[in-house]
């Protein structure tokens, strides 16, 4: 686990250091149901200052956690009402030792429980739920969400899967989240994401050093923190040399954003392979890029110039294949042949990943690294299913893609996932809107096949550049607004989104 990386607990995980926290540190577990349930109270009572708060109990230790915060509340003078979603007799443990503490019994649930409610906790269901909610647990999510009032979710919103983020039938949607020592990957990959609403971490005891090794983390400014800066030695072959082979007729934007993007991040030498035909916009407009005319047919790079780029990768540390190369039978066939014969780090994107639909364990036999960079719909044809089946459950489908790959695969989205053959997951925090325009795709290639040029592990450099091109994103937003950024404000934006990963996190 890198240390720039915030761990986030599956939910085996967090049981594991629960279990530690408890059995090897003496922690009484009571006492960490308390903290739990004091953050959750705190939380509460922030997002609402006044009037009644209903607080929806299950059976076990996510409820008992409701039930500590509605008894603090109380003795905070508000007026708290928990609602127990099962029969008494069956709670159990430190949930059952909470139930007792209760100055009253909770209420029973029924079609008025929420009524008149300023807000409402969700203490339904924890970490360790999998699957779909049904009966009265089903029927209880469906009316919080009807009900117009603040949600706080306690560890986990109802129904979404901590450990995935994935949503079977109904989940709550959380206005904010108390999650316990740790986020869970679900509060930050969607869909699960779209239901946690602001993700607080509450400190319950749980002391450091708890020997349970994360494999999914948030991804900080500590990642561009690791890119080498120019130095008074430094030339421009030293500073990484990237290969840009792409372009065709229409669809010269792309490549362009991606060789301006790897440039302005710090690449000392970039060079773009082109349809002969084109080469004179390129040259026209890549004023700081070499460029070479590769052969043709009707406007689209050929198989005939495989050699050459062959030949022109020796010089270069990363080679970027894909953007705007297009889909003709010429260009799937060249893709294909340079995937297999390159042995420089290998970044793949748009029609240099279609022309390997189906095909992802040809990849797996390269010698050198290679980086991924689908968006759901292209990773639905590299695995063959449908798009819909991908954004269901990303972090299954991005780990799969790497596995059968053996590439790092960077599944873009607000929550983009980078996610190593060995099961390692970095995750965007995500958060810039402004990027959700044409051309984004290609300067977050450029950025990446930059890194890799300066020599960073194929896990860090894609990590390191989703994090510049996020916050490249937001910089751009704050000076146009998110409606009105496009590609090459993304690109201008990269120098301060670089230099502030630098400052914060070096």
Known sequence: MRDWLEPLYEAEAMRATDRWAIEEREVPSLELMERAGAGLADLAAE????GRIAVACGRGNNGGDGLVAARLLRERGREADPILFGNPDDVRGDARANLDRLSEPPAVPGPAMLEGAAGVVDALLGTGFEGEPRGAIADAIAAINDHDAPVIAADVPSGVDASTGEVHGVAVRASATATFHAAKPGLWIHPGKAHAGEVRVIEIGIPPGAPVPARIGLV???AGAAIPSRGPASTKFSEGAVLLVGGSR?????????AESAVRVGAGYVTACVPASLNLIFELRLLEAMTVPLPEEDGALSIDGADEVVHRSQRAQAVVLGPGIGRTEGTVALARDLAARLERPLLLDADGLNAHAGRLDALARRLSPTVLTPHAGELGRLLEIDSASVEAARLAHVRRAADSSGAVVVLKGDDTLVAEPDGLVGVSRGASPALATAGTGDVLSGVTGALLAKG???????????HLHARAGQIAAERLGPDAVVAGDVIAALPAARREARERGG
Do not use: E, N, Q, W
């Open 250 to 258: 229409g669809l010269t934007g792309a490549p362009s954003m991606a």
């Open 47 to 50: 997002i609402v200052p006044a």
């Open 456 to 466: 960073l592990h194929p896990f860090d450099a894609a990590c390191a550049a989703v």
């Open 220 to 222: 900080g400014a500590g």
